[in-house]
Every structure is written in structure tokens, then in C-alpha cells.
């Protein structure tokens, strides 16, 4: 396998970007190209940056095991979204990274080779963008989130007159019903359009700290009839560290080589 520590001008962040990619390596005159690799984008916590996930997991010894390409880009603590007062991450995760990674490496947007998967806030980043963009990737990897951390506002001024909803009609002080912050919302249009939705997988560690988070996370993706999105549930011994975080990532990336 390839590492390359890539460095440059970001557009959608104004600035410049920092990313680790790890590539399969071709050998004895493989002149096949990239156009059917898989791609993992695995996005890292609040305390990570795009180098922490080959400093605390076995990731690149993942990647040869299962033939992908996996793309870590530093995000800073952004939640990955388009900060208020900081970066467009959400835009640059979801529209530029994409575009770099066909344009420097060959490697396919199309949504059958694409895939996302975070621990802690890339755990609820990955969901985040997954869901907003359900043509852009085929599996979720959630490590060690849940997605109600935000609870329902206080004024009832803000309940949505049509849908009569309660959660997260507004975030920071801005209307996001209908953006990708909507993750539930998001979770809702693509279970009741029948359209395609991305597999979820979602493991923590039974002595994780936001336990409650997850168990809630569960049973509201558990309450679609049918399973729409594939959604499969593990809650194993662990807590909210990197020992839980490596297996995680093995056993997302050896089920969606097996997918």
C-alpha cells in the first residue's frame, strides 16, 4: 500500500487542506487503474486530525487486506459541517474531496465505490453526510455515536407549523429543517421515498460515555419498517477509545469488502 501526506489549496475552506490517503499498491505490471476501487472517506474525532487513524489503528494493514483506497481528511473540531464562524467542511468533505480524489488519484465518484465511516464526531459527521447525500455513498460506519445529542428546543415557537416537529429545528440559532443538518429529517425522506439508502452500521462499546446517545440513535433507526437502510446494531465490551475504534474499523471495512 501507498500513504501520501497531500497538502493544498482547498476552495471550499479558503485555505489550505491536509489529507492522508492510503492506495493499493500495483505491482508486477498491474497497469489496471483505480476506477473500481473502493473508497472509505473515514473521518476523525474532535481531538484527531488526518493523521491520527494510521497513529492508533492498523488501518493501512485493513486497506491491503481488503483492496481499498481510504481518504482521511482533516476536518479540525467542525463537526463537519459549514461552521458559522470558521470553514464550509461539510461542503468541502461532500463536494471538493470527491473531485481532488478522481482528479489526483482516478478514483471513482460513482456511489457503488464509496463509503464513510467516522469514530465520536466523525462517527455523527459520517451519518450527517451519508444521509444528506444517500446517491453519494453505499455504507455509514457510525463508531461510537448517536445522532440525538442536540435535544428539541425549549420555545415552542419553533415547532414546524406543517410537520409539527420538536427536534432540532434549529441549530446555533439557524433554521435547518430540510439541510443536512436534518439528520433525522434526512433519515425520514429516504425511508418514506423508497429511494436508495445507505447501509448503517453502528457499533459502541457498552461502557462508552454517550451510551444513552446510541441507545436512542437505535431505536429510532430500529422503528422503520423493513429495515430500510440495512441497519445493523452492535453493542460490544468497550469503551470510547482507540482499542474499540481499530476493531470497529476492521469489522466496517471487511463488511463492505464482503458487500
Same mark, same amino acid.
Given at each position: 500500500m501507498a500513504l501520501i501526506h497531500l497538502h493544498f489549496y482547498a476552495n471550499k475552506i479558503g485555505r489550505c487542506g491536509n489529507i492522508d490517503v492510503i492506495l493499493p499498491q500495483k505491482l508486477n505490471g498491474d497497469t489496471s487503474d483505480?476506477?473500481?476501487?473502493?473508497?472509505? =472517506?473515514l473521518l476523525h474525532g474532535a481531538m484527531g486530525d488526518e493523521t491520527v487513524w494510521q +497513529? !492508533?489503528?492498523?488501518?493501512? +494493514?485493513?486497506?491491503?487486506?481488503?483492496? !481499498?483506497?481510504?481518504?482521511?481528511?482533516?476536518c479540525e473540531i467542525s463537526a463537519y459541517t459549514n461552521?458559522? @464562524?470558521?470553514?464550509?467542511?461539510?461542503? =468541502?468533505?461532500?463536494?471538493?474531496? /470527491?473531485e481532488l480524489m478522481y482528479a489526483f488519484f482516478g478514483l471513482?465518484?460513482?456511489r457503488e465505490n464509496n463509503f464513510i465511516a467516522g469514530a465520536s464526531m466523525g462517527a455523527n #459527521?459520517?451519518?450527517?453526510?451519508?444521509?444528506?447525500?444517500?446517491?453519494?455513498?453505499?455504507?455509514? #460506519?457510525?463508531? *461510537?455515536?448517536?445522532?440525538?445529542?442536540?435535544?428539541? /428546543?425549549?420555545?415552542? *415557537?419553533?415547532?414546524?407549523?406543517?410537520?409539527? +416537529?420538536?427536534?432540532?429545528?434549529?441549530?446555533?440559532g439557524r433554521q435547518i429543517l430540510g439541510t443536512e443538518e436534518d439528520v433525522l429529517g434526512n433519515a425520514r425522506r429516504i425511508a418514506e421515498s423508497g429511494g436508495q439508502a445507505p447501509m448503517i452500521y453502528h457499533t459502541i462499546g457498552d461502557e462508552d460515555f454517550i451510551?444513552? @446517545?446510541? @441507545?436512542?440513535?437505535?431505536?429510532?433507526?430500529?422503528?422503520?419498517?423493513?429495515?430500510?437502510?440495512?441497519?445493523?446494531?452492535?453493542?460490544?465490551? #468497550?469503551?470510547?477509545?482507540?482499542?474499540f475504534w481499530d476493531a470497529a474499523l476492521e469489522r466496517f471495512m471487511k463488511l463492505i469488502a464482503e458487500k
Open positions: 483505480n476506477r473500481n476501487t473502493k473508497v472509505l =472517506y +497513529r !492508533m489503528t492498523s488501518v493501512e +494493514r485493513y486497506a491491503e487486506r481488503y483492496g !481499498m483506497a481510504v481518504v482521511m481528511p482533516g461552521m458559522a @464562524h470558521g470553514q464550509n467542511y461539510y461542503d =468541502y468533505v461532500t463536494e471538493e474531496l /470527491p471513482s465518484p460513482k #459527521g459520517a451519518v450527517k453526510i451519508g444521509l444528506a447525500n444517500p446517491d453519494k455513498y453505499t455504507a455509514i #460506519g457510525c463508531f *461510537s455515536g448517536g445522532i440525538t445529542y442536540r435535544l428539541p /428546543p425549549e420555545d415552542t *415557537s419553533n415547532i414546524d407549523p406543517v410537520t409539527n +416537529r420538536t427536534e432540532y429545528i434549529r441549530y446555533e451510551l444513552e @446517545h446510541a @441507545h436512542n440513535s437505535r431505536d429510532f433507526f430500529t422503528s422503520f419498517e423493513g429495515n430500510p437502510f440495512g441497519y445493523i446494531y452492535e453493542e460490544l465490551p #468497550g469503551k470510547h477509545d482507540w482499542d
